[in-house]
Every structure is written in C-alpha cells, then in structure tokens.
C-alpha cells in the first residue's frame, strides 16, 4: 500500500477574545483547503497565541500537540522539559559571568589609580620647596671677622735716637679679639707702617700751634676713610704743652710725643695703640652695635641706647606752649636748623636720610605734675618721674602714626606761668645742668625757663625770645648720643680738642660706620639663620623658585672677606651690597615674614658703603 503523504502548511492568525480564541486565518494545502474553528484558548500553551506558521508532514503530529483532522483527541504524549532547572542553571552561568567581569573591572579600576592617580594627587597637591643652600647659611654662624686698620707712623727728627732711625720704614702689626659672647669672632688688627716725616711735614710740626699744624698736615693730601695717621714729635718739642704726651684732634690725625731711649719703638709703639684704639672699633662701640644680639646680662641699658640701622630718621622739633595766655614764645626754628643741626646731618649722611620738620603745640602739658620746692621757690621734675612724661605729650606729636622711618623727637618746654621756674633733677637730687634728659631711641626734652625780670612791668602775654644756640647745643648732644657717638675713653694725659661746627669728629664718623658695619652683617646672618630653621620646622611653607635662586650666602662671604682685607678699596664692598640690594624685591615678595627686615637692612647696608672705611 502506498503511503501518501501531504505537506500543510498551517497559517493560523489568532485572535484572543473573552471565552477562547478565533481564527482570523485559512489553512491552504496543495490538495484540500479547510477552516477550523476551535476553542483552543484552554489547549494552546502562551507561546502558541500569536501568529505561526507551523509545517508539518502528513501523519507527524501538529505543532503544540494538536492532531492534523478528525477530532479533538487532546495532546498527543511527548517529553516536557522543566523550564525552572533550566533558567536556574543559565541564571547562575550568567552570575558566575558578572562576578568575574566585576572584579577584573575593580583591579583595573585599582591599577590605573595607582599607577595614575596617585601620583598624580600626590603632584597636585605637594607643598613646592625649592632648594635653599642650608649648608651655607648654617656655615654664617661660624664667621670670624679680622677688621683692618691701617695706621701710619710718621717719625720726626729727634723724635727716637738715631740708630732707631736707620731701622725705617717697616710695618708693625698688632692683633686683639674684641671679647664679646657672641657667635661672631671679631678681632682689631692694627698695621703700623713706620716712616720718617717729609719736608713739608716737618715744617708743620715745627710750628707752635698744634691746630695750625693739623691744618697745615690736611691740605696737601686727604687721608682715606678709617685710616690713621700718628705723628710723633721730639720730646722737648713745643707743640704739645710740656704735661702732655698726646693729642687727638677731630680729623684722622693724632700726635704722640717720642723719647729718646733704647726702647723707644717699644714705648712708643704702646704710646700709638692706647690713641688708635681711643680713635677707632673698641669693645663698647661694637657691644653698643650689637646690643640686641648680645645676652642682656652682659651689657647694661645705657648700651642699648643708639638708633638701630635704617634707610632713614624722621627728626621732629616741637615747640610746647601750654599757657598761650602767659607767655608768646617765638623760636627761629628755620635758622637754628640750618645753621646747627643740618652741618652734622649732611656729615652723617652716611648712615642715612635724614629729613626735618618743626611744630608748635599750644596747651601741651606734661603728664607729671611738678612738685614744689620751698627752699628754692621752684619747681622740679624727679628722675623718677620723667619716663611718664613722654607718653601723655607723645600722644600730641602724631608724627610717628604715618611714617616709614624711625621718628627722633625734640620737644622745648616752656613751662606754664604757675608752675615757673621748673628744674629737672637727677637720681642725686641735684638739678641737671641742662635742664634736659632723653629717652633712648626716642628723642630728647629740654625744659626752657623764662627769665623772671621779663615779667616786671609787663602785660601777659610776655614776649619770649628763645636762645636757639644754648637750645642746639643739647640737642645736639642728645642726638649724638642717639646714634652712638659717645665721648671716647682718652688714655691719659691726653689733650682733646671736641667737634668743630659739623658737631662730629671724623673719625667719629668712620668708627661709627664701623659699627653699624658690623651690626648689619650680624642681623643679615641671623636673619638667613633664622629663616632657615624656621622652613626646616614648618614643611607646609612653600619655596618659589625665584626665591631660591636669590637667596645666597656669597653677598655676606664677600662683605666679610671685604672688611677682613685690607688691601682693596671699595669695590668688592659695594658689589655685594649693590647685589643684595638687587635681590631685596625678590626676598620681600618670597617671604612676607622678612620683608621688615631685608629692605630697612640692605638699605643701610648700601648707605653705609658710600663712607665705609678704606681699611674695611
């Protein structure tokens, strides 16, 4: 028998309404071509509800189970595969998946931000330090400092025997440390070049008149900064009175009477040191340039008195009335200045700029008040009293409010009328001479008594003329002291001749530029110390480049190989000044901490190079 069979091609289109599903397509067959219309909702599993297009051989079984004709016979038998073993198992292959691609992306993630990230915060956010040299700045506190004094002895005839004569010219040195506990040694080398006078050198001494001579040894050749000359004359010589061995005068010249003994160059030669040490660097100069570097119990207050370094002085002169009423009191400031103070600022120019102005304060009274004294009808200031007079009168200058610079007060009291005559006194009891006393580092107060005849036949207000010459005179004084000009220590019988018009001896001048010399590379080099413990305590502070670059210890080296040598000039001195000048901007805009500090000190480092001694 044959076997038959028919391909069909089953194309059902069913639609799902309430109750069952219904066909909306046809079957089509090569032979026969039927409709069915069944209610299959119940029979048909989900994924048999859309449209299919099912082929099927003739006796093989209809998709989903369904037999091809006849009648409903229900589901033909065959195999079912649990759906729920199968989705768990791709369910845990897809999990296993996911895990593993987690933790290859998080040790990818972990490789780049440690190979990447990390240091590239660490970059971002370091503290920059550029390198400073710390081994050189450490090395400035080891410094030792030789300051160089040429001298030049000049023998006269008769002044030493003969055969003591014949020995010249030769050079003699002589070598002292100045002791003072600090980190920098300091030592006073004296070269004494012996000589014999020359002709016109002669004629000079031979005169009479010590001051004649010094103007006659002037003229022909000036005598460089910080150099000495010491003449020694015959010991029956009459330039000198018969009770003197020596004289010091205001330029740089001293004269020393000789003898005629075996040992004269070794008597003689004590006889010139006692005068330059008088003349030039000796241990209170020096302590007063370092009193603020030196332990406070090695040197009393009267040391700490002298202006410290600075670009410049504000100098201030007041005029305090506080009875208008009494007393119309006129003082020719103007003049006074020019004809007394600005001689000695033009001499001092050296240390610094200086500029002057006056004031007149009516009703300014002194925040003490004077006690009376029976005995005398007078009235009087205590010694203990007078450090509570400045500040209720400071208070009125207003003169130190909007200025750069360090402000020198001078104040002219004319006491009130109730309260007239008015004497200062000292620790003693006594009354000062001057009637005046200064405050250090800040000015000076002279009281100015009016003459009680003025007030005899005379209407208030009296008409008061000021003496400005007995005024500048202390005020002079007082501003000497101020600085650190002090009377020298005269070895004895010594004749000294004080100041001319200018108010300060040359030699003054170059030993006072000596000191602030040393005072100026004292604070240099505690600055740079202390700058550089400070960065190495703080890791946090950041260290440009430019500042690096500009900070260096070779400036100091060269001002301390410049003052330790003797035979340059000013050359190497003022380089290095000139470039730590240049390097100042660069210091300030590194470091806010310095900037009170480098500017004010590379200032007065560069103005004291202008008149630095030729030995320094």
């Known amino acids: 028998m044959a076997t038959h069979s028919s391909i069909l091609?089953?194309?059902?289109?069913?639609?799902?309404?309430?109750?069952?599903?219904?066909?909306?397509?046809?079957?089509?067959?090569?032979?026969?071509?039927?409709?069915?219309?069944?209610?299959?909702?119940?029979?048909?599993?989900?994924?048999?509800?859309?449209?299919?297009?099912?082929?099927?051989?003739?006796?093989?079984?209809?998709?989903?189970?369904?037999?091809?004709?006849?009648?409903?016979?229900?589901?033909?038998?065959?195999?079912?595969?649990?759906?729920?073993?199968?989705?768990?198992?791709?369910?845990?292959?897809?999990?296993?998946?996911?895990?593993?691609?987690?933790?290859?992306?998080?040790?990818?993630?972990?490789?780049?931000?440690?190979?990447l990230g990390l240091p590239l915060w660490w970059k971002t956010t370091e503290t920059y330090r550029a390198p400073l040299p710390y081994s050189q700045i450490s090395g400035l506190n080891s410094l030792k400092l030789r300051l160089m004094v040429p001298v030049t002895v000049v023998f006269t005839q008769e002044s030493v025997p003969l055969d003591d004569q014949e020995k010249l010219p030769f050079t003699v040195v002589h070598e002292r440390e100045i002791p003072l506990k600090y980190k920098l040694k300091i030592k006073c080398r004296f070269q004494k070049a012996y000589r014999r006078a020359l002709d016109h050198e002669e004629a000079a001494l031979s005169l009479g008149n010590i001051q004649e001579a010094e103007a006659m040894l002037a003229e022909p050749s000036e005598q460089a900064e910080g150099s000495l000359t010491v003449y020694v004359i015959s010991e029956r010589c009459s330039l000198l009175p018969q009770d003197m061995m020596s004289y010091i005068g205001p330029k740089r010249m001293a004269v020393v009477r000789g003898i005629t003994h075996r040992e004269a160059f070794n008597i003689i030669g004590r006889r010139i040191i006692q005068v330059v040490q008088a003349m030039s660097l000796t241990e209170d100069v020096l302590a007063a340039a370092l009193a603020d570097h030196l332990p406070e119990d090695k040197w009393s207050s009267d040391k700490r008195r002298p202006?410290?370094?600075?670009?410049?002085?504000?100098?201030?002169?007041?005029?305090?009335?506080?009875?208008?009423?009494?007393?119309?009191?006129?003082?020719?400031?103007?003049?006074?200045?020019?004809?007394?103070?600005?001689?000695?600022?033009?001499?001092?120019?050296?240390?610094?700029?200086?500029?002057?102005?006056?004031?007149?304060?009516?009703?300014?009274?002194?925040?003490?008040?004077p006690r009376f004294d029976s005995a005398s009808s007078s009235y009087y200031l205590a010694a203990h009293s007078l450090p509570h007079v400045i500040n209720p009168v400071e208070s009125r200058l207003g003169s130190s409010a909007a200025s750069l610079y360090p402000v020198l007060n001078f104040l002219l009291y004319v006491p009130e009328l109730a309260h007239s005559p008015l004497y200062i006194q000292d620790k003693d009891g006594a009354p000062v001479a001057t009637n005046a006393f200064h405050s250090p580092r800040w000015g000076g107060i002279m009281v100015y008594n009016v003459d009680p005849k003025a007030y005899n036949g005379s209407q208030l207000p009296v008409r008061v003329e000021v003496d400005m010459m007995r005024v500048m005179e202390v005020f002079l004084a007082q501003l000497r002291l101020l600085f650190g000009i002090a009377q020298p220590q005269l070895p004895p019988k010594c004749l000294f001749f004080g100041p001319k018009s200018e108010g300060i001896m040359t030699w003054e001048l170059d030993r006072l530029l000596w000191a602030r010399s040393v005072e100026n590379l004292a604070t240099a080099t505690t600055t740079l110390t202390s700058l550089a413990q400070l960065l190495g305590k703080i890791s946090n502070i950041v260290i440009k480049d430019d500042v690096a670059s500009?900070?260096?210890?070779?400036?100091?080296?060269?001002?301390?190989?410049?003052?330790?040598?003797?035979?340059?000039r000013f050359g190497t001195w003022t380089q290095a000044l000139s470039s730590l000048k240049s390097r100042s901007p660069q210091l300030q805009s590194?470091?806010?901490?310095?900037?009170?500090?480098?500017?004010?000190?590379?200032?007065?480092?560069?103005?004291?190079?202008?008149r630095l001694p030729s030995s320094a």
């Open 9 to 115: 091609a089953w194309r059902s289109l069913w639609t799902e309404k309430p109750g069952g599903l219904q066909s909306m397509g046809s079957q089509e067959s090569d032979t026969t071509e039927s409709h069915h219309h069944l209610p299959l909702a119940g029979f048909l599993p989900p994924e048999c509800r859309y449209r299919l297009v099912v082929t099927a051989a003739v006796g093989a079984p209809p998709p989903c189970g369904f037999p091809i004709g006849g009648g409903l016979r229900g589901p033909a038998p065959r195999r079912q595969e649990r759906p729920d073993a199968s989705m768990a198992a791709t369910g845990a292959a897809a999990t296993d998946l996911e895990v593993v691609r987690g933790k290859r992306a998080a040790l990818f993630f972990a490789t780049v931000v440690i190979v």
């Open 307 to 369: 202006l410290k370094s600075s670009l410049g002085y504000e100098i201030t002169f007041s005029l305090l009335n506080p009875d208008p009423k009494s007393h119309d009191v006129h003082w020719d400031i103007e003049g006074a200045v020019q004809r007394y103070v600005q001689p000695f600022l033009s001499a001092l120019s050296a240390a610094g700029n200086f500029s002057v102005d006056s004031q007149i304060l009516y009703y300014a009274v002194l925040g003490v008040n």
């Open 550 to 568: 500009e900070t260096t210890c070779a400036p100091l080296r060269r001002i301390s190989t410049r003052l330790t040598s003797s035979g340059s």
């Open 590 to 610: 590194g470091c806010p901490s310095t900037r009170g500090t480098w500017t004010p000190m590379l200032g007065a480092l560069s103005a004291t190079s202008s």
